[in-house]
């Protein structure tokens, strides 16, 4: 029958709704094989159709009257067993819902591992590639600094040369410049002779005779050879 044409009560509320004890509710439940259950207060309850209901009310009440003993230990006897089903049922649940649970802790630890052995690798990769990228970016820097140092270097060394040229060059023109002073002072020191002695020879001459060349002596060939180059 479909519960919803019946309400699930205890055997007190039902013994109020069918104005009987609850003795004798557990007896009709037993005989008529009402549906039971366990309740989460721990106390049984039956299944109380429209039917039962009806039929109660139309009989004349009955006067409370003491269940047989033997009627109640079978209905005691018929609670515990109802009791020790339903704790079956629980105990089975439990277990069930243990072992899920159980499941789903290890499943959740073995994520718990993989994604933290996974963070420890991506840490690691990362933690390399910084430590590469910066050793790349020292070399770099290393040998920048180098090339300045070797640009400074050379720059320096062709100064040096370069002033070194120079100073070569200024000696040289230096040079240049006493020998041809000396060569000039000599020179001319030389012509001034030359021309003495063209003087003193032309006086000491007759007048009627005719002049003989000079002849010309080492400074004069030296001095017609500076003239001509």
């Not at 933690?127 to 970016?137: M, N």
Request: with cysteine.
């Amino acid at each position: 029958m479909d519960e919803s044409a019946g309400e699930w009560c205890t055997y007190e509320q039902a013994g109020e709704r069918l104005r009987v004890s609850p003795a004798a509710v557990r007896a009709r439940a037993l005989r008529g094989g009402w549906r039971r259950m366990g309740g989460n207060d721990g106390k049984a309850r039956v299944l109380l159709t429209q039917d039962v209901v009806r039929a109660a009310a139309e009989q004349p009440r009955e006067q409370p009257r003491k269940a047989p003993i033997a009627e109640l230990a079978g209905a005691l006897r018929a609670h515990v067993e109802t009791l020790k089903g339903d704790v079956a049922r629980l105990e089975g649940e439990l277990t069930h819902a243990q072992a899920n649970a159980d499941r789903a802790t290890a499943e959740l630890k073995t994520d718990i591992e993989r994604l933290t052995a996974e963070l420890a690798g991506e840490r690691t990769t990362r933690q390399a590639e910084l430590a590469g990228e910066r050793a790349a970016r020292q070399a770099d820097q290393e040998q920048h600094q180098e090339q300045l140092a070797a640009e400074r270097t050379a720059r320096q060394t062709d100064q040096e040369h370069a002033a070194a040229r120079q100073a070569d060059q200024e000696q040289q023109i230096a040079a240049a410049r006493a020998a041809a002073d000396r060569g000039t002072a000599e020179l001319v020191e030389l012509a001034r002779r030359l021309a003495a002695i063209a003087e003193t020879q032309t006086s000491a001459e007759p007048a009627e005779a005719e002049p003989e060349p000079p002849r010309r002596s080492k400074l004069g060939r030296a001095w017609g050879w500076f003239l001509r180059n």
